[in-house]
């Protein structure tokens, strides 16, 4: 059935180490997104993605990197340079941009931790 | 910059009870505003989407309404049940190719 499939549910970095969280979606969202929650936060916005092979840094994006390579891809790497990755990460693509009726659809999300 | 609030926090409330969550937005410039559900260690579900020329959206027992000019909304919720206990977002949607502005949510238990 359609939706976002966010993968791992759950990842451990060690200090120095790139790790990537996985993001798919088969609704034929052109929009896509990622997002940082941290406890008793709200959505922060990481990068996000209107089009393949074009993105944005949302207001968080330093230490982190994303590609769009494909429609259906919008993978996240948090890289060693950011230095407090424990977080709840949340990916979502939108309806056709449309503006007045975009809607956002959400994954499952990835709780990072750091060993 | 668009800052968007929602007061209280935290809210406890016995079953039955209807019940008032607040957002407040700082520039009434929007395309739209949208309310979503969060339960604990889980993604985020859209319950009501009001665009900007709405004053109100429902769905079941949920009614959300919009004052654009005041930069306002509230979530209503009828006869509370314990299965409604979550975090509840809201997010508006700023004019040109700028993403959704979330604020951090008010944390709901419905006491049975």
């Known amino acids: 059935d359609g939706g976002i499939t966010q993968s791992p549910k759950y990842l451990f970095r060690k200090e120095g180490q790139n790790v990537t969280l996985s993001c798919e979606q088969n609704?034929?969202?052109?929009?896509m997104y990622w997002y940082r929650q941290d406890p008793g936060q709200g959505l922060r916005l990481i990068y996000y993605?209107?089009?393949?092979?074009?993105?944005q840094k949302g207001d968080i994006a330093e230490g982190y990197s994303v590609s769009r390579e494909k429609k259906e891809s919008f993978p996240l790497t948090v890289t060693s340079a950011q230095k407090n990755p424990t977080a709840f990460y949340l990916c979502?693509?939108?309806?056709?941009?449309?503006?007045?009726?975009?809607?956002?659809?959400f994954g499952s999300g990835t709780q990072l931790s750091v060993l | 910059k668009q800052e968007v609030t929602q007061i209280p926090a935290a809210l406890s409330v016995p079953e039955g009870e209807n019940l008032v969550l607040n957002c407040s937005f700082t520039?009434?410039?929007?395309?739209?505003l949208q309310w979503f559900r969060q339960d604990p260690g889980k993604g985020l579900t859209s319950l009501l989407l009001?665009?900007?020329?709405?004053r109100e959206q429902t769905s079941g027992r949920l009614n959300a309404s919009l004052d654009k000019s005041s930069g306002r909304s509230t979530l209503y919720i009828a006869a509370s049940q314990p299965g409604d206990s979550a975090t509840y977002l809201c997010?508006?949607?700023?004019?040109?190719?700028?993403?959704?502005?979330f604020g951090k949510g008010t944390r709901l238990s419905v006491i049975a």
């Open positions: 979502a693509s939108s309806t056709p941009p449309s503006h007045l009726n975009e809607k956002l659809f």
């Open positions: 609704l034929n969202h052109d929009a």
């Open positions: 993605s209107q089009i393949v092979n074009d993105f």
């Open positions: 520039d009434s410039a929007i395309y739209n």
């Open positions: 009001i665009q900007s020329s709405q």
């Open positions: 997010a508006v949607r700023p004019p040109g190719n700028t993403p959704l502005v």
